[in-house]
């Protein structure tokens, strides 16, 4: 490493002294403006990683959800995946250290990993349509450059393509083509072939109508548009045109507020959807006559792929392990509906996507959605041989057409990360198949009502946890206090968990009804603003 070239390259990124951020499970997210020395480091951590695993790295500029005055980055692993938890304590540490000790933590991070420093190094680099994301992406660039790594950059792409590009890369083309053309090429043949057997769409039922929450999305689903059938009609909404990203639109305002987002006309019974701001979360909705707003989220799209895929391998006789990963979030309706009707096993995972999906990663076929509408599936090597086998050598054709349907389902998917697009294109597949009305699909469970609540603490560090979060450990008496609230109401759970950046603690609550839903999450926000170390006003009633 040339000392005096970081040296001089760091300068011109400099940290800002004192300044202090964390790599989440998202990456490093914070106000744009105090981001140029992370993107820079960033890229000297990803030539790192390369150079460690041999092997095609991701850079993603993005704030996802977040307003557009944020700005963030995460690194991409080799398969696609998230950042291997080593590194993202690497990351933290590397973003941190104050400019003299720069070059030292750089040397420590090499010997602790191994680092070959004579490999080659090869960086993909994506962003979104933030303002601040052109030149937050040169920063990065700088840093790739600075330690002799070669790079591509893809320009805006969603999240999920950037994850793609990586996993083709480092499969030298056998998952797919490396460019945006060949991502569109795989899903639109997939989408096309498997929505083959469908019955014409003659009343008007096969429109979507989708919030594009003014970012990449909309741009990628125009360039995309092209590839697929015309029967297929997407009608565009808050495109980037005129409204501020992810502001009162996009996936997570729609989940979070429970209403429609602004800018997309809805009338009873026409199906919605949206996407969020870097396009890798989607949920659904309706409004049915007399005007009551239904959302279908994570939960229910999870449940619909998974009925799908369910009904395809008893058609085709294939026994493979198959099971639905959840948080502590699930609506409970929706674990009940999947364990006792479609007797298809569930696991409950910690919050967060890396959690779901390494878990997922132990059956065969491994399905998880986030409530927020991030997920996906994913197919073990083995399941996918055995499907593509079948698909080609099956001699009994009920089977053989179960196997090639499972197999476009494949194709379809994104199994590198939770992607709105891949995503919406498998829900309108299966609608399409089944026939299905939006309100028919939601018709498949009712959702408890629940309700999310926040509560400020002097220290959230007080909280902890067991059982994928469900249950307290500490402070005493919070659990049992906790067991005694939920007994008053019927079909009643609550479960309280730290927040993993701010000094919260997160409610949630569920019971048979809105009103008692409410006064549970209530009445455990107080139960931990006494003994969790509450902060400014308790909390007051719904």
């Known amino acids: ?38 993107m820079f480091r960033m890229g000297l951590l990803a030539v790192l990683r390369s150079k460690k695993t041999k092997s095609t790295i991701g850079v993603m500029v993005t704030a996802s959800h977040n307003p557009e005055e944020d700005n963030g980055v995460k690194l991409i692993d080799p398969s696609g995946e998230m950042l291997a938890p080593a590194w993202e304590e690497h990351a933290t540490f590397l973003a941190n250290a104050e400019e003299p000790q720069l070059y030292c933590v750089l040397t420590d991070i090499c010997q602790r990993e191994a680092v070959d420093l004579q490999s080659e190094a090869f960086i993909v680099i994506g962003r979104d349509t933030r303002p601040s994301g052109k030149e937050l992406s040169q920063s990065v660039i700088d840093g790739i450059s600075v330690l002799g790594g070669q790079y591509q950059d893809y320009g805006l792409v969603t999240t999920p393509q950037l994850h793609y590009m990586v996993r083709c890369h480092n499969t030298h083309g056998s998952y797919g083509t490396p460019t945006v053309e060949g991502y569109y090429q795989k899903l639109s043949k997939a989408f096309l072939e498997l929505s083959m057997q469908a019955a014409p769409q003659r009343d008007g039922r096969g429109a979507l109508k989708i919030d594009c929450a003014n970012g990449i999305g909309a741009l990628k689903l125009k360039e995309m548009e092209q590839y697929l059938s015309e029967s297929f009609v997407m009608c565009l909404a808050n495109d980037g045109m005129k409204g501020k990203l992810n502001h009162m639109c996009g996936a997570d305002f729609v989940k979070v507020h429970q209403k429609p987002p602004v800018g997309l006309e809805m009338n009873p019974g026409e199906k919605c959807c949206s996407l969020d701001g870097d396009a890798d979360r989607i949920v659904y909705y309706y409004i049915d006559a007399p005007g009551h707003f239904h959302l279908l989220d994570g939960d229910k799209i999870a449940t619909l792929i998974s009925t799908f895929l369910k009904e395809l391998l008893i058609k085709a006789g294939q026994t493979l392990s198959f ?3 959840q948080t502590a979030y699930a609506n409970g ?29 132990e059956f065969d076929i491994g399905i998880y959605f986030e409530a927020n509408g991030h997920g996906t599936v994913l197919f073990s090597k083995a399941a996918e041989d055995k499907i593509r086998y079948q698909a080609k050598e099956e001699k009994d054709i009920r089977k053989r057409e ?14 590198t990360v939770g992607d709105a697009l891949s995503d919406m294109l498998v829900i309108e597949a299966i609608l399409a198949l089944k026939n299905f009305t939006i309100a028919q699909w939601d018709a498949l469970y009712m959702d408890l009502p629940n309700r999310q609540l926040k509560v400020k603490v002097t220290d959230r560090r007080v909280i902890t946890t067991t059982d994928a979060e469900r249950r307290a450990i500490t402070p005493p008496g919070l659990q049992e206090e906790i067991d005694q609230l939920t007994q008053k109401f019927k079909l009643a759970r609550a479960f309280v968990r730290p927040s993993g950046t701010e000094d919260i603690v997160r409610v949630y609550a569920e019971a048979d009804s809105q009103e008692d839903a409410d006064k549970l999450a209530h009445e455990v926000s107080l139960a931990v603003y006494h003994l969790a170390g509450g902060f400014e006003e308790p909390p007051k009633a719904v």
Not at 7 to 29: E, I, N, Q, V
Not at 340 to 355: D, R, Y
Not at 402 to 415: F, G, H, P, R, Y
């Open 1 to 38: 490493m040339d000392f005096e070239a970081i040296t001089k390259y760091s300068k011109l990124h400099a940290k800002p002294l004192g300044l202090s951020l964390h790599y989440g499970t998202a990456g490093f997210r914070s106000k744009a403006e105090n981001l140029n020395h992370i």
């Open 323 to 325: 099971a639905v990963i």
């Open 402 to 415: 179960a196997a090639k349907m499972l197999e476009n389902t494949i194709d379809l998917i994104n199994q």
């Open 333 to 361: 309706s929706s674990t009940g509906y999947l364990e006792q009707t479609m007797k298809v096993p569930v696991h409950c995972a910690k919050t967060g996507v890396k959690h779901l999906h390494h878990k997922a990663q």
